[in-house]
Protein backbone atom coordinates (compact mmCIF):
# COMPACT_ATOMS: atom_id res chain seq x y z
CA UNK A 1 0.00 0.00 0.00
CA UNK A 2 3.20 2.40 0.94
CA UNK A 3 4.63 2.02 -2.15
CA UNK A 4 1.19 2.52 -3.61
CA UNK A 5 0.82 5.94 -2.30
CA UNK A 6 4.34 6.99 -3.24
CA UNK A 7 3.57 5.85 -7.16
CA UNK A 8 0.66 7.68 -7.32
CA UNK A 9 2.11 10.73 -5.45
CA UNK A 10 5.10 10.36 -7.89
CA UNK A 11 2.86 10.47 -10.67
CA UNK A 12 0.95 13.34 -9.40
CA UNK A 13 3.97 15.59 -8.89
CA UNK A 14 4.82 14.77 -12.90
CA UNK A 15 1.61 15.75 -13.96
CA UNK A 16 1.43 18.58 -12.36
CA UNK A 17 5.52 20.03 -13.08
CA UNK A 18 3.79 19.29 -16.79
CA UNK A 19 1.01 21.38 -16.19
CA UNK A 20 3.11 24.08 -14.67
CA UNK A 21 5.45 23.63 -17.79
CA UNK A 22 2.80 23.99 -20.52
CA UNK A 23 2.11 27.38 -19.02
CA UNK A 24 5.14 28.78 -19.69
CA UNK A 25 4.02 28.91 -23.14
CA UNK A 26 6.85 32.22 -24.17
CA UNK A 27 9.68 29.70 -23.22
CA UNK A 28 8.17 26.43 -24.96
CA UNK A 29 7.81 28.86 -28.08
CA UNK A 30 11.46 30.37 -27.87
CA UNK A 31 12.59 26.63 -27.71
CA UNK A 32 10.76 25.25 -30.88
CA UNK A 33 10.98 28.81 -33.15
CA UNK A 34 7.35 28.61 -34.07
CA UNK A 35 4.05 30.51 -32.93
CA UNK A 36 0.77 28.27 -32.85
CA UNK A 37 -1.67 30.14 -33.74
CA UNK A 38 -5.42 29.49 -34.41
CA UNK A 39 -7.28 31.52 -36.84
CA UNK A 40 -10.40 31.86 -38.46
CA UNK A 41 -10.23 30.80 -42.35
CA UNK A 42 -13.66 31.50 -43.15
CA UNK A 43 -14.69 34.90 -41.47
CA UNK A 44 -13.63 37.69 -43.82
CA UNK A 45 -12.00 40.13 -43.37
CA UNK A 46 -9.90 38.81 -39.91
CA UNK A 47 -9.64 35.15 -41.24
CA UNK A 48 -10.10 33.56 -44.46
CA UNK A 49 -9.15 31.77 -47.79
CA UNK A 50 -7.63 33.47 -50.72
CA UNK A 51 -7.42 32.78 -54.51
CA UNK A 52 -4.37 30.27 -53.87
CA UNK A 53 -5.96 28.53 -50.42
CA UNK A 54 -3.86 30.27 -47.94
CA UNK A 55 -5.21 32.07 -44.82
CA UNK A 56 -5.32 35.91 -45.19
CA UNK A 57 -6.66 38.20 -42.98
CA UNK A 58 -6.35 41.28 -40.55
CA UNK A 59 -6.10 38.72 -37.01
CA UNK A 60 -3.59 36.57 -39.21
CA UNK A 61 -1.31 39.62 -40.18
CA UNK A 62 -1.55 40.63 -36.65
CA UNK A 63 -0.22 37.44 -35.41
CA UNK A 64 2.63 36.94 -37.75
CA UNK A 65 3.20 40.19 -36.42
CA UNK A 66 3.41 39.06 -33.03
CA UNK A 67 5.41 35.74 -34.16
CA UNK A 68 8.19 38.38 -35.66
CA UNK A 69 8.08 40.54 -32.45
CA UNK A 70 8.91 37.40 -30.38
CA UNK A 71 10.86 35.16 -32.35
CA UNK A 72 12.53 37.54 -34.36
CA UNK A 73 12.40 36.86 -38.84
CA UNK A 74 13.62 33.15 -38.03
CA UNK A 75 10.22 32.31 -36.27
CA UNK A 76 7.56 30.64 -37.65
CA UNK A 77 4.24 30.64 -37.74
CA UNK A 78 1.62 27.53 -37.31
CA UNK A 79 -2.03 28.40 -38.42
CA UNK A 80 -4.47 26.27 -36.95
CA UNK A 81 -8.28 26.67 -38.38
CA UNK A 82 -10.65 26.88 -35.65
CA UNK A 83 -13.98 27.55 -35.05
CA UNK A 84 -16.12 29.28 -32.61
CA UNK A 85 -16.73 26.05 -31.01
CA UNK A 86 -13.38 24.48 -30.35
CA UNK A 87 -11.14 27.78 -30.47
CA UNK A 88 -10.92 28.11 -26.58
CA UNK A 89 -10.81 24.18 -26.27
CA UNK A 90 -7.22 23.88 -28.35
CA UNK A 91 -6.08 26.82 -26.61
CA UNK A 92 -6.42 25.04 -22.92
CA UNK A 93 -5.29 21.76 -24.69
CA UNK A 94 -1.99 23.02 -25.50
CA UNK A 95 -2.79 22.44 -29.25
CA UNK A 96 -2.45 26.05 -30.06
CA UNK A 97 -0.45 28.49 -28.60
CA UNK A 98 -2.69 31.57 -29.11
CA UNK A 99 -5.76 32.08 -30.25
CA UNK A 100 -6.72 35.10 -33.10
CA UNK A 101 -10.15 34.06 -34.21
CA UNK A 102 -12.76 36.96 -33.94
CA UNK A 103 -12.80 36.32 -29.61
CA UNK A 104 -14.54 38.40 -27.96
CA UNK A 105 -14.36 39.70 -24.43
CA UNK A 106 -16.90 38.00 -22.30
CA UNK A 107 -17.10 37.61 -18.17
CA UNK A 108 -18.14 33.89 -18.55
CA UNK A 109 -14.65 33.33 -20.93
CA UNK A 110 -12.49 35.49 -18.96
CA UNK A 111 -13.31 32.60 -16.29
CA UNK A 112 -10.95 30.12 -18.47
CA UNK A 113 -8.75 31.97 -20.50
CA UNK A 114 -6.78 35.21 -20.51
CA UNK A 115 -7.20 38.30 -23.24
CA UNK A 116 -4.60 40.35 -24.40
CA UNK A 117 -5.04 43.93 -25.18
CA UNK A 118 -8.24 44.70 -26.85
CA UNK A 119 -7.21 45.53 -30.74
CA UNK A 120 -10.81 46.46 -32.01
CA UNK A 121 -13.87 47.05 -30.87
CA UNK A 122 -16.21 45.29 -33.22
CA UNK A 123 -19.99 45.55 -33.88
CA UNK A 124 -21.69 42.67 -32.57
CA UNK A 125 -24.72 40.70 -34.17
CA UNK A 126 -27.24 41.91 -37.09
CA UNK A 127 -29.28 40.08 -38.99
CA UNK A 128 -29.01 38.79 -42.83
CA UNK A 129 -32.70 37.93 -44.26
CA UNK A 130 -34.40 38.23 -47.61
CA UNK A 131 -35.36 41.91 -48.72
CA UNK A 132 -38.78 41.03 -48.32
CA UNK A 133 -38.41 39.99 -44.56
CA UNK A 134 -40.48 42.47 -42.11
CA UNK A 135 -38.97 42.93 -38.63
CA UNK A 136 -36.54 45.45 -37.79
CA UNK A 137 -35.84 45.22 -34.63
CA UNK A 138 -34.44 42.68 -31.99
CA UNK A 139 -37.85 42.93 -30.26
CA UNK A 140 -39.86 42.12 -33.36
CA UNK A 141 -37.66 38.50 -33.66
CA UNK A 142 -39.23 36.85 -30.93
CA UNK A 143 -40.47 33.32 -31.34
CA UNK A 144 -39.37 33.15 -34.97
CA UNK A 145 -36.43 30.89 -35.89
CA UNK A 146 -33.14 32.04 -37.11
CA UNK A 147 -29.77 30.23 -38.26
CA UNK A 148 -26.60 30.78 -35.94
CA UNK A 149 -22.97 29.80 -35.12
CA UNK A 150 -22.16 27.36 -32.42
CA UNK A 151 -19.87 29.21 -29.52
CA UNK A 152 -21.19 32.83 -30.71
CA UNK A 153 -21.56 34.77 -27.41
CA UNK A 154 -24.25 36.96 -28.27
CA UNK A 155 -26.43 33.26 -28.94
CA UNK A 156 -27.14 33.26 -25.04
CA UNK A 157 -28.70 36.49 -25.18
CA UNK A 158 -30.06 35.99 -28.16
CA UNK A 159 -32.45 33.73 -26.78
CA UNK A 160 -33.21 34.80 -23.12
CA UNK A 161 -33.40 38.40 -24.23
CA UNK A 162 -34.90 38.32 -27.19
CA UNK A 163 -36.72 35.01 -27.09
CA UNK A 164 -35.28 33.87 -30.34
CA UNK A 165 -35.23 30.00 -31.75
CA UNK A 166 -31.53 29.52 -32.58
CA UNK A 167 -30.95 26.63 -35.01
CA UNK A 168 -26.73 26.54 -34.67
CA UNK A 169 -24.15 25.24 -37.11
CA UNK A 170 -20.82 24.72 -37.10
CA UNK A 171 -19.71 26.56 -39.79
CA UNK A 172 -20.82 29.67 -41.78
CA UNK A 173 -20.94 27.76 -45.01
CA UNK A 174 -24.03 26.02 -43.44
CA UNK A 175 -25.78 28.62 -41.88
CA UNK A 176 -25.63 30.50 -45.05
CA UNK A 177 -26.94 27.40 -47.03
CA UNK A 178 -30.03 26.82 -44.30
CA UNK A 179 -30.97 30.21 -44.27
CA UNK A 180 -31.08 29.78 -48.58
CA UNK A 181 -32.81 26.58 -48.05
CA UNK A 182 -35.11 28.81 -45.69
CA UNK A 183 -34.98 26.57 -42.49
CA UNK A 184 -34.58 29.92 -40.73
CA UNK A 185 -35.86 33.32 -41.40
CA UNK A 186 -33.14 35.08 -41.24
CA UNK A 187 -28.77 34.52 -39.82
CA UNK A 188 -27.89 36.03 -37.04
CA UNK A 189 -24.31 36.53 -36.90
CA UNK A 190 -21.23 38.89 -36.75
CA UNK A 191 -22.25 42.02 -38.45
CA UNK A 192 -19.04 42.87 -40.56
CA UNK A 193 -19.07 39.22 -41.60
CA UNK A 194 -22.55 39.65 -42.62
CA UNK A 195 -22.03 43.07 -44.80
CA UNK A 196 -18.69 41.64 -46.88
CA UNK A 197 -21.32 38.87 -47.64
CA UNK A 198 -23.65 41.00 -49.35
CA UNK A 199 -20.98 43.85 -50.49
CA UNK A 200 -18.95 40.94 -52.04
CA UNK A 201 -21.28 37.96 -53.57
CA UNK A 202 -23.82 38.49 -55.81
CA UNK A 203 -25.61 35.27 -54.79
CA UNK A 204 -27.08 37.52 -52.32
CA UNK A 205 -28.62 40.39 -53.97
CA UNK A 206 -31.63 39.75 -52.59
CA UNK A 207 -30.58 39.71 -48.81
CA UNK A 208 -30.05 42.61 -46.56
CA UNK A 209 -29.15 43.49 -43.16
CA UNK A 210 -33.07 43.32 -41.44
CA UNK A 211 -31.71 44.34 -37.92
CA UNK A 212 -28.69 46.10 -36.96
CA UNK A 213 -26.20 45.23 -34.07
CA UNK A 214 -27.58 46.48 -30.68
CA UNK A 215 -23.78 46.44 -29.03
CA UNK A 216 -20.01 46.32 -29.67
CA UNK A 217 -17.73 44.48 -28.29
CA UNK A 218 -14.17 44.11 -27.60
CA UNK A 219 -11.96 41.59 -29.24
CA UNK A 220 -8.54 40.35 -28.12
CA UNK A 221 -5.93 37.33 -28.39
CA UNK A 222 -6.63 34.23 -25.97
CA UNK A 223 -4.08 33.14 -24.12
CA UNK A 224 -4.09 30.64 -21.31
CA UNK A 225 -4.78 31.33 -17.82
CA UNK A 226 -2.06 32.79 -15.65
CA UNK A 227 0.55 32.64 -18.28
CA UNK A 228 1.93 36.20 -17.64
CA UNK A 229 5.75 36.03 -19.45
CA UNK A 230 3.51 35.24 -22.37
CA UNK A 231 0.57 37.45 -22.21
CA UNK A 232 2.90 40.48 -21.55
CA UNK A 233 4.90 39.36 -25.00
CA UNK A 234 2.07 39.34 -26.91
CA UNK A 235 0.72 42.63 -24.98
CA UNK A 236 3.93 44.40 -26.01
CA UNK A 237 4.18 43.26 -29.60
CA UNK A 238 0.40 44.30 -30.04
CA UNK A 239 0.99 48.12 -28.56
CA UNK A 240 4.02 48.05 -31.19
CA UNK A 241 1.89 47.06 -34.42
CA UNK A 242 -0.61 49.78 -33.41
CA UNK A 243 2.18 52.61 -32.57
CA UNK A 244 3.32 51.78 -35.99
CA UNK A 245 0.15 52.04 -37.68
CA UNK A 246 0.20 48.44 -38.65
CA UNK A 247 -3.70 47.94 -37.37
CA UNK A 248 -4.69 50.65 -39.90
CA UNK A 249 -3.08 49.72 -42.77
CA UNK A 250 -4.39 46.17 -42.61
CA UNK A 251 -7.69 47.81 -42.06
CA UNK A 252 -7.02 49.17 -45.77
CA UNK A 253 -5.69 45.36 -47.03
CA UNK A 254 -8.84 43.76 -45.74
CA UNK A 255 -12.03 46.31 -47.02
CA UNK A 256 -12.34 47.12 -43.61
CA UNK A 257 -14.28 50.56 -43.04
CA UNK A 258 -11.32 52.91 -40.73
CA UNK A 259 -12.36 52.69 -36.98
CA UNK A 260 -11.89 55.18 -34.74
CA UNK A 261 -11.55 52.86 -31.76
CA UNK A 262 -7.88 51.48 -33.71
CA UNK A 263 -7.25 54.87 -34.62
CA UNK A 264 -7.13 56.37 -30.91
CA UNK A 265 -5.18 52.96 -29.69
CA UNK A 266 -2.52 53.58 -32.81
CA UNK A 267 -2.22 57.84 -31.67
CA UNK A 268 -1.89 56.71 -27.88
CA UNK A 269 0.47 53.72 -28.49
CA UNK A 270 2.71 55.80 -30.56
CA UNK A 271 2.06 58.49 -27.82
CA UNK A 272 3.48 55.53 -25.12
CA UNK A 273 6.84 54.20 -27.08
CA UNK A 274 7.41 58.17 -28.52
CA UNK A 275 7.24 56.64 -32.12
Given at each position: ?12 L ?14 D ?7 T ?16 G????F ?20 L ?10 FL ?102 L ?32 D ?48
Amino acid sequence: MKTAIVTFASTLLVTLGISAASADTLSDVKSKGTLTIGVKSDYPPYGFLNDKGEIVGFEVDLGKYIAKDILGPEGKVELVPVVASNRIEFLNSGRIDLVLATLGVTAERGKVIDFSEYYVSAPGPSVLAPAAFKPATWEELKGLTLCGIQGSYFNKRLGEAYGINLVNFKTQPEAYRALKDNRCVGFAFDDMTLRKKLEDDADWKDYKIAVEPYEYIPQAAGIRKDDAAFLDAVNKAITKAEAEGKLIEWETTYGMPHSKYIAERSKKAAEKLKL
